[in-house]
Each structure stands twice: as C-alpha cells, then as structure tokens.
C-alpha cells in the first residue's frame, strides 16, 4: 500500500504561481511512476503531468512550458511548480502512483490517489 499526501494548494491571482507537493509512504516501490491530475467541477478527471521511473517527463498541452514536475527520491516526495497561473487552472489537484504505467497522463494507470489539494486562480 502506498500513502499519497497533497500541500501546496491555495487561492491566486492570475499570473501567480504555486509549488504543490506530496508526500508518498508506505510500499514506495510502488511510486516508480507518478503523476499530477485535475479535476473542475463538472468536468473529468485529467493528466497535468507525470514521470517516470527513469525521470523522464511528460505534459498535458495547455500546462506546458508554465508547470514543472519534479521528484526527490530521498524525500519520497513529488512537486509540481506551478508558475503563470491562469484561471482554467483551477481546479482539485491530485498525485497518483502505481508501479508500471503504460500511460503517464492517463489516471486510468494508477491505483494511488491522494485527498487532493485545491489550486483556485482568480482573473
């Protein structure tokens, strides 16, 4: 089992930035992948970004070039750096892990979730 952690969310006005974190415990063999996804209301639950177990990285589109994701393997923990926050950036952030991903941003990979962390952006 593996415990996923969110922090780092909060209310921002557009333009601003955020570092999200989480903290993973537990079978930590099972955070070889990990990821960031979103959810607003009303809308599906969605890849923002993820990295695999040899660092590499992946991007939904519209985050790519403001939001850098991260990993500090001693810490067993994951950051997402959010920077040039827009407003369709709101919305309820969650870190995911699993072992094996055939998929980086897809969260039908992943059988870890945190509680989320919610990320609002004001205009």
């Known amino acids: 089992q593996v415990q996923l952690v969110e922090s780092g969310g909060g209310s921002v006005q557009a333009g601003g930035s955020l570092r999200l974190s989480c903290s993973a415990s537990?079978?930590?063999?099972?955070?070889?992948?990990m990821g960031w996804f979103r959810q607003a209301p009303g809308k599906e639950r969605e890849g923002v970004a993820a990295?695999?177990?040899?660092?590499?990285?992946s991007y939904a589109g519209p985050v790519k070039g403001r939001f850098t994701i991260s990993k500090d393997n001693a810490k067993n923990t994951l950051y997402l750096q959010m920077n040039s926050l827009k407003p369709d950036d709101t919305a309820m952030y969650y870190c995911a892990a699993d072992r094996v991903v055939a998929r980086k941003l897809s969260p039908r990979g992943y059988r870890y979730w945190g509680q989320g962390t919610q990320v609002t952006v004001s205009s």
């Open positions: 537990g079978y930590t063999y099972d955070t070889a992948y």
């Open positions: 990295i695999g177990s040899d660092g590499s990285t």
